[in-house]
């Protein structure tokens, strides 16, 4: 048994822990703020509050508002052009994963020279190395669906092209990371189960992954457990403070999962769906092609035992077949109100399945490659279709 366990982030996790920013050892003086292009950070006083915490900590800043829900190259320069005018020598992302994934896109450019997808690997990416450590990136996450708070990953779409591509190394993870559960509880019941669902199956990707570890094992587990668990309330009861908590605390732990194992191609079928749609939220999307995905999975008899035990975790305590893990799959997503996902709504049409079959493969190929099965582009294409409604 071989593996590695590096996380190199202090998380600070727990109700009112955004009040415990002064206290922290910042990684510079002068901050980049990165928040979205959305109404919310401000009108709930989200920004205010930072705001507070830098100015006790005699800590300057500059605000850059511009994140989309799918995040953009464009604006990922842009924030790295007005972060090297305005001299800020580290960057907060405020926000949820788009707004995260985003600060550390920007933390990258604003000591490296050309765009992003000169380091970016996949697609049209050039793959170089990075010539210069980023920026340091303290991570303040006001939802709990992507983890980024405790990964090194980002993903960021490149629009002109269409490619959507995650990208990271051991220089990209925050150094520093809040989880501030009463920061979530303004997140409408829709967003709460699209962003749930994500964490979701991040951790079940990551239990699948073929790359899957005793590290990863049981932060999948737990995550798992917690989403099943108190997900719903947290849907159908925003200001039920616990039951944010324990999808909080889901969400980092599907962080480390994709820290210590990693997503499988369920992610790069989304992406190619996300980035031919921006305005598809990443989370809906899995929604839509998950019973399909591990359909196909437990159908053919891929992870029996694996599947069994994500069922189990999930509330099916007497699961006996990979099935179950499908049937407890609906379920959940039955009493979140999102079973009745329609790609269609979305302006996607049966006759772009192909192509996005091509794009998963081409700009996110690699997760292919560590899925615990073979999927073939015919397998793709029924997922999709199977799906699609």
């Not at 600070?12 to 928040?35: C, D, M, N, T, Y």
């Not at 052009?81 to 992302?93: E, N, P």
């Not at 992406?271 to 899995?286: D, I, K, Y």
């Amino acid at each position: 048994m071989h593996s590695t366990f590096y996380l190199p982030t202090k998380i600070i996790f727990g109700s009112h822990s955004l009040a415990k920013l002064s206290e922290q050892k910042l990684p510079g003086k002068r901050a980049l703020i990165v928040i979205s292009s959305g109404t919310s950070t401000r009108s709930f006083g989200y920004l205010k509050q930072v705001q507070d915490q830098l100015d006790a900590a005699k800590v300057s800043y500059e605000v850059f508002d511009k994140i989309l829900p799918n995040p953009i190259l464009a604006h990922v320069t842009e924030g790295a052009k007005l972060a090297r005018q305005q001299g800020c020598d580290f960057v907060i992302g405020l926000g949820g994963g788009s707004v995260i994934d985003s600060a550390k896109a920007i933390a990258i450019m604003a000591t490296n020279e050309g765009n992003l997808w000169d380091y970016v690997s996949g697609g049209s990416g050039k793959g170089k190395p990075m010539q210069h450590k980023p920026l340091g990136v303290v991570a303040i996450t006001t939802t709990a669906g992507t983890g980024t708070e405790a990964d090194p990953w980002l993903v960021i779409t490149k629009e002109e092209t269409q490619e959507k591509i995650g990208y990271g190394n051991d220089d990209t993870f925050p150094v520093l990371s809040i989880v501030d559960p009463t920061l979530m509880v303004s997140v409408p019941p829709h967003l709460t189960a699209y962003q749930g669902f994500d964490a979701l199956f991040h951790s079940t990707e990551g239990y699948l992954n073929t790359i899957a570890n005793t590290f990863s094992d049981q932060y999948s587990l737990e995550a798992i457990r917690l989403i099943g668990k108190s997900l719903p309330t947290a849907v159908k009861d925003g200001r039920n403070l616990k039951a944010r908590e324990d999808v909080a605390m889901a969400n980092t732990l599907a962080g480390m999962v994709e820290t210590f194992s990693g997503c499988i191609s369920e992610h790069s079928l989304e992406h190619a769906m996300s980035a031919f749609h921006p305005e598809l939220p990443h989370g809906a999307g899995l929604i839509m092609i998950s019973k399909a995905y591990y359909t196909h999975i437990a159908e053919n008899h891929i992870a029996d035992e694996r599947m069994i035990a994500m069922a189990k975790a999930l509330g099916r305590v007497d699961a006996t077949q990979a099935m179950d893990f499908v049937h407890a799959l609906v379920d959940l997503q039955k009493a979140c109100g999102v079973d009745d996902l329609k790609m269609s709504a979305y302006g996607i049409s049966e006759s772009e399945l192909p192509a996005m079959v091509q794009n998963a493969r081409v700009n996110m190929g690699g997760l292919f490659g560590v899925d615990p099965m073979t999927l073939t582009d015919e397998d793709c294409l029924k997922i999709y279709q199977e799906s699609f409604r």
